[in-house]
């Protein structure tokens, strides 16, 4: 495919890439990387579709351990549904891998395995089966929940591997049947829109990675097929698009925090670099688009720690893989210099991926570090830190945003890494079926925040009861910047939205390269008075020294000493928590939630105001 609108598609870019790697001994061990993961999908078998319960694990699908619990038919409608997103999912990355190591080699051999996995491919129709809402024990009256994730995800596949190998290679009969699948998907596509069928339709919802999927699926679909020939259909995916990509602003923050940020715009950025190459730059120079890598790079934290706000699952230290695709897409896609820096200094270098083999070639002399911290008015946050050393002090506070999504209960929690110590941390998220989501990791328990009263989180099946007391979803909390410099900052979070009967809570956060003071003032709204809790998610395993003091405590562990001071006599106990925080667990990880120490400070009895003082320095 020509070049067009300063873009190449992936067939240039990586016959450009074969020469360079003849020179280059480094971009030829990055090569053989890739074909040698190539030849190793050789060994594996086709992924395939299954149509029972019973089969999923079978041919390289996978099971989401929600539907377990399920009864049928929703057990199986559910399980079959989600096998859908995990299969199309995978071959968005494998397919496009293969052929581009066909295209490199011109191994027979792979180019074989394009064309039998494209085949396979073709008799999955609808890419999406429906069932994916069925979570909820329940579906629309007709069947019919609407084309999803699995549906954008499969287009990619396609259209990617198309784009590199060509249609001229593969077998007539085979590109007849993979155009008349993606045909049906826009025909479906449009009508799910037209009918308003899936929630985030009916519900506008634009803001979500559920709407950008299908939307992805629709514009690449019209693409492979020809613009000229779906107008209207194209049109509306670009309508679709804007609405998403104007809901978010121009600083690039995304609502759905970082995980499904990575996930959602692999597929912004897949479209959008799609689009530029036909010659429309609508999508790709938007200022959302290209304010995220800088927004993006932000999360990353010194001590090897991610800001894992939100559902953020792989955001834990020691996970390096996180991101790399997607700085890499932003690199080629959008020519983003900030991204093409965080690939090479905040993870291990660009994936073996397409994407992170193209990057590998680009112009590097005149990089230079991005700026350190920003305030993100609608992601509700503040992203410091020190600077870029891996021993630099870091420091994020969250506020709350109405439009929030994958959202905690988190409002006004604050984080702390003084010169690489993790201080004060957050939970973190596991995997939606491990049982301790609900109470321990998305609620208040998880993280650094009010609670009136003693009364724990209940549940009444999978679905989390928050009593009285407890931080509500989605309260708008705002954040007023008084200071954010080098030197540090000075801000406050007003959370008293988020809480029934609370007159006020106000945390004040100020802080320089050595230490954070932390200032909670919280008033009842009615005379029934409430025992005040706070809890102090620590960045240790084993339990610190711990000194009471009259009105407070003080808490040493090597190079830190926190401090507590209020107006009210506190009770303070350590109680262990879980955490995917300080340490990385994959989704399907089976062994026992890792622990770590928490400080729970509350009054010593029941208060209609108190004033706690929070002080965290360095000892060394």
Known sequence: MQKNSNHSSWADYLDEFKPAARRSSALAVARDRLIATARGVLKQPLVRRVYRFEDIGRHRTWLDGRARPLKEPMHSIFALAMSDHGTNQLLSAELPTVAAAARLTGDRRLVQRVHDQLHEMASWSPLQRPGWCAYGDRLPPDGKDGNWLATGTGVRAIADTLEILGRDTLPPATVARLDQLLA????????????????????????????????????????????????????QGVANLFAHLNFHGSQGAFEEGIHYADFTLQSLMSV?????????????????????????????????????????????????????????????????????????????????????????????????????????????????????????????????????????????????ILQGIPVFIEAGTPAYHNPRLSGDYASGRGHNVLQLGNQPPLKKGSVPVVPAGWQKIRAVAPITVHRLTARGGDLVVDGTAGYDGLKRWRRQVTWTLGQVEVDDTVQLANAQPQVVLFRWHLGLTRNPRMVIEKNGVCVRWPGIQVSMAADSPLDIAIEPMPDHTLCYRKWDDQRPDHLHACLVVKTASPVKHCRITTLAQLTR
């Not at 985030?200 to 803001?207: S, T």
């Not at 709407?211 to 000229?228: K, N, S, Y």
């Open 184 to 235: 049906a998907e826009i025909v479906s596509i449009v009508d799910d829109w037209t009918a308003k069928r899936p929630w985030f339709i009916y519900g506008n919802a634009p803001f979500t990675n559920q709407w950008v999927l299908p939307t992805e699926g629709l514009i690449r679909a019209c693409l492979v097929l020809g613009r000229d020939r779906h107008t209207v259909a194209y049109e």
């Open 272 to 416: 959008a670099r799609a689009m530029a190459l036909a010659g429309d730059r609508r999508a790709i120079d938007h200022p959302f688009l290209r304010h995220f890598p800088l927004w993006a790079l932000h999360h990353f934290q010194p001590g090897g720690f991610v800001i894992n706000a939100f559902d953020a699952f792989g955001a834990a230290r020691g996970n390096r893989a996180l991101m790399k695709n997607t700085f890499a897409l932003a690199a080629v896609s959008l020519a983003s210099r900030d991204a093409l820096w965080a690939m090479d200094h905040l993870t291990d270098g660009p994936d073996d991926s397409v994407a992170g083999l193209v990057s590998r070639i680009m112009v590097r002399r005149t990089l230079s570090p991005p700026k350190l911290f920003a305030a993100y008015a609608r992601a509700a946050r503040i992203n410091w830190r020190s600077s870029w050393d891996a021993k630099a002090t870091g420091i994020w506070v969250r506020g709350g945003d109405r439009f929030d999504s994958h959202d905690h209960q988190d409002r006004g929690h604050v984080n702390v």
